[in-house]
């Protein structure tokens, strides 16, 4: 499966960003305007920038125009979607099914609320898209998945409705265990489950479901 590393705008905790992009073995490298900082300070050239390029510092563009074997899509400032949505449906357009995007959250939260929308484009086009941070890993599904407690990420599981209902919602391997539950919007009942079970199990007859797997920071 085809899959690229994403790096934004936002926030970026270098030591985990790194770590876990070099975990992407073989990903396409994208990256978005700001999240150019990123790859200069880790001595990394992306495949593919994506950008308007309003707030990299020029000394850092210049760095990477300076660079053959990069693709460039540059954006204009004034256009109806963002640079992080630009990015991914390029990368899905070069056939990519698993999207890894760092750098989406941070002190912005209208740009934080708009990335967590974006991941209804994986849904919408059949390819999986993790958001992740430090503290959370972040996805939204419209099929039941299983996640292995080996293999989460931090320590708590939160569910949070995306459509006004998820029906038939089941959820087995968890300290709250729920059987054919309809979650309606407006309610905080998925916060703050915990695996375990060797394998916790969410399926779902309808509807669609933001999973976020977090830890507390320190």
């Known amino acids: 499966m085809r899959q690229a590393v994403i790096v934004t705008g936002g926030t970026v905790d270098f030591e985990f960003a790194l770590s876990y992009m070099k975990e992407q073995k ?22 593919v920038i994506v950008g ?36 991914i449906r390029e990368v899905i357009r070069r056939g990519c099914k698993r999207i890894h995007i760092l750098g989406a959250t941070g002190s912005r939260l209208d740009h934080v609320l708009a990335n967590i929308g974006l991941l209804g484009l994986g849904v919408s086009c059949g390819v999986e898209i993790l958001m992740a941070d430090s503290c959370n890993r972040i996805r939204m599904v419209k099929n039941g998945i299983s996640i292995r407690k080996e293999e989460q990420f931090g320590d708590y599981v939160s569910l949070l409705p995306v459509t006004p209902k998820v029906s038939g919602l089941t959820l087995k391997g968890m300290k709250y265990p729920l059987f054919q539950y309809e979650y309606s919007c407006f309610s905080s009942l998925g ?14 007859a309808e509807g669609i479901l933001l999973v976020i797997e977090s830890r507390d920071g320190e």
């Open 52 to 87: 308007d390029f309003d707030s990299v510092k020029q000394e850092t563009l210049a760095f990477f125009k300076g660079q053959q074997g990069i693709d460039w899509l540059s954006l204009v400032p004034e256009k109806d979607d963002t640079d992080t949505e630009a990015a």
């Open 26 to 47: 073989t990903a396409l490298l994208a990256a978005v305007d700001f999240g150019m900082e990123f790859f200069r300070k880790a001595g990394v050239k992306p495949d």
């Open 191 to 204: 916060i703050s489950n915990e695996i375990v079970g060797d394998e916790a199990e969410i399926s779902f």
